[in-house]
């Protein structure tokens, strides 16, 4: 049956376009990269030939345009320090149009050495030790790293979960927001880990909230090119004219699995938010644009490369799609909360009723099943997070073992509770 239900799902994704030259069914090359996934893939997994479901980056490679761009800039033989020059700007601002509909100007991007660091630095250009930052748990965990290890406060405002989908408390937010010690809000749209677009109301609300009381507002939207066919992708400023405090930190790492690599573009409209930003920037050193994503950015935010991204979204919701039906067939204690993109699953486990997160990783481990553990990112025991971004026939391989590990599990509680009757 499993069979069955993989050929189906595979037709709904749909087939690569005539003449593109990537192809998803191949896993990529980690040998002699020390890539971390590598590196961290437990044993049990590596003696079972399986791929590893951790973290957020590709299991195959990347698209050809890029990998093209990048392969001519090096044979050039040169790597010397590069500036965000017009053509740069242009392809930027040209992306954005074209990929989300923004418009924006040439002037309000600001490269940074990364999503991470450039929290960090916010933290340094706009508040002080011990002022609170606020953000939406269950989220990116190293957000919170770049908080803390700054002296901030990781202020919590927990996202409301039914069971299905998850909401944001708005009574909570305001009561947060209220407080004049808590000076940013960090926002995360397309959600990670949960997938979730947040829609047009959603963004409205929040940004009367933030209007009302005078905040500044970063906004990670690395995984917006990475939304599934037919969900808007919105920001702030398409939705208000309100004269908000607004930073949003876009990126290659999630469009085209570049995240080993420290640079990202904030995009500002507020002059003297910008100023700000970029002087805090250049204190904490910022030498100049990365050669080699320039000429990535110039590969990659092109036709090809928009043609590429649509069909590796197609491709990972033919892997969702798959696993939503295997799951619900074979699995039912593992609950995929809907996404409305990404190439990440949040999925809750609860229902096989273990207590921790060390017994849900013995678990998953044994299976040769590696993903994520949700409580690093602020939940509590039971939820996990899945890479879909891998060829389907290694998702279906750690699939049936971790259908054959359940077997075992339950099969062993029946036996245990016969014992103790």
Not at 128 to 157: K, Q, S
Not at 190 to 211: F, Q, S, T, Y
Not at 319 to 332: D, H, R, T, V
Request: charged fraction near 25%.
């Amino acid at each position: 049956m499993s069979g069955l239900i993989l050929v189906i799902v595979s037709g709904e994704s749909g087939q690569l376009g005539v003449g593109m030259e990537s192809d998803f069914q191949y896993k990529v090359d980690r040998s002699n990269m020390a890539s971390i996934r590598e590196v961290t893939t437990p044993e049990s997994v590596r003696k079972k030939g399986f791929v590893s479901f951790w973290g957020a980056e590709f299991e195959f490679k990347t698209a050809p345009c890029v990998i093209k761009a990048i392969r001519d800039w090096a044979e050039k033989g040169l790597a010397a320090y590069c500036t965000e020059d017009e053509a740069l700007l242009a392809v930027i601002k040209e992306w954005m149009k074209m990929h989300r509909g923004w418009d924006i100007q040439t002037q309000w991007i600001v490269p940074a050495y990364g999503l991470t660091a450039s929290v960090a630095t916010i933290c340094r250009a706009f508040t002080e030790p011990g002022d609170g930052i606020i953000g939406f748990d269950p989220v990116y965990h190293m957000t919170w790293e770049a908080v803390e290890l700054n002296r901030r406060i990781h202020v919590d405002c927990s996202l409301l979960y039914d069971g299905r989908e998850y909401a944001i408390d708005y009574d909570k937010l305001e009561e947060l927001l209220a407080k004049p010690e808590n000076k940013i809000l960090t926002f995360c749209n397309p959600h990670n880990p949960i997938g979730k677009v947040w829609g047009r109301e959603d963004l409205l609300h929040i940004a009367e909230l933030v209007h009302k009381y005078d905040k500044i507002i970063y906004s990670d939207e690395i995984f917006a090119d990475t939304i599934f066919e037919g969900v808007e992708m919105l920001t702030f400023s398409q939705v208000t004219e309100k004269p908000l405090k607004w930073i949003v930190a876009t990126s290659l790492g999630k469009t085209f699995s570049m995240t080993g690599i420290g640079q990202a573009n904030l995009i500002i409209q507020d002059t003297a938010l910008r100023e700000a930003f970029i002087r805090q920037r250049n204190i904490d050193h910022y030498g100049s644009f990365n050669p080699m994503m320039r000429a990535a950015y110039l590969g990659g935010y092109s036709e090809e490369g928009s043609r590429w991204v649509k069909e590796l979204m197609r491709y990972c919701y033919g892997n969702y799609k798959y696993l939503q039906e295997y799951l619900s067939a074979f699995i039912p204690e593992m609950k995929i909360v809907k996404p409305d993109g990404t190439y990440i699953l949040w999925i809750d486990c609860r229902g096989f009723g273990f207590e921790t997160a060390e017994e849900y990783e013995y678990f998953f481990n044994e299976a040769g099943f590696a993903c994520d553990d949700g409580t690093r990112y602020g939940s509590e025991p039971g939820f996990i997070r899945m890479n879909l971004a891998a060829p389907r026939q290694e998702i279906v391989k750690v699939m049936e073992s971790l259908r054959a590990s359940r077997r075992t599990l339950f099969e062993t509680k029946i036996m245990l509770c016969a014992e103790e009757k």
